[in-house]
C-alpha cells in the first residue's frame, strides 16, 4: 500500500511537499513516481526516482520547479517538493511503485498506486 499525503491549497508562487509512505520493506528497490491527474484529464507521468534515489527524470512541465527525493533508511519515504505552484499544477496528485528497474513515465508500467492527494493552486 502506498499512502500519499502533503497536498492542499496554495497561492500561485507558494509551496508544498508531498510524501508517498509504500508499506514495502524493501522499499529501495523500486522506482517511485509520481503522476498527476487535472480534472478531465488523463493521468500524467511528472516525475521519476530510481531505487537508490541517484537517478530521476523530470517532465518538461516540472523541471527546475520539482524535485523528488527518497529516505530510504530512516523515513522508508519518498517526496515531491514543489516549488512556484502554478495553478495548472493543479491536480489529483498520485505516487506509485514501480516493481522493475527504470524509470518509466507510462502508468501501465507501475505496479502500485496510493489514493491521491489533491493540490490545489490558486491564481
Known amino acids: 500500500q502506498l499512502q500519499a499525503s502533503g497536498g492542499g491549497l496554495v497561492q500561485a508562487g507558494g509551496s508544498l511537499r508531498l510524501s508517498c509512505a509504500p508499506s514495502e520493506r524493501t522499499f529501495s528497490t523500486y522506482v517511485m513516481g509520481w503522476f498527476r491527474q487535472a480534472p478531465g484529464k488523463e493521468r500524467d507521468f511528472v516525475v521519476g526516482?530510481?531505487?537508490?534515489?541517484?537517478?530521476?527524470?523530470y517532465a518538461r512541465s516540472v523541471k527546475g520547479r520539482f524535485t523528488i527525493s527518497r529516505d530510504n533508511v530512516k523515513e522508508n519515504t519518498v517526496y515531491l517538493q514543489m516549488n512556484n505552484l502554478k495553478p495548472e499544477d493543479t491536480a489529483v496528485y498520485y505516487c506509485?511503485?514501480?516493481?522493475?528497474?527504470?524509470?518509466?513515465?507510462?502508468?501501465?508500467?507501475?505496479?502500485?498506486w496510493g489514493q491521491g492527494t489533491l493540490v490545489t493552486v490558486s491564481s
Open positions: 506509485a511503485l514501480r516493481r522493475r528497474m527504470g524509470i518509466l513515465t507510462d502508468l501501465d508500467q507501475y505496479d502500485y
Open positions: 526516482i530510481s531505487g537508490s534515489g541517484r537517478n530521476t527524470y
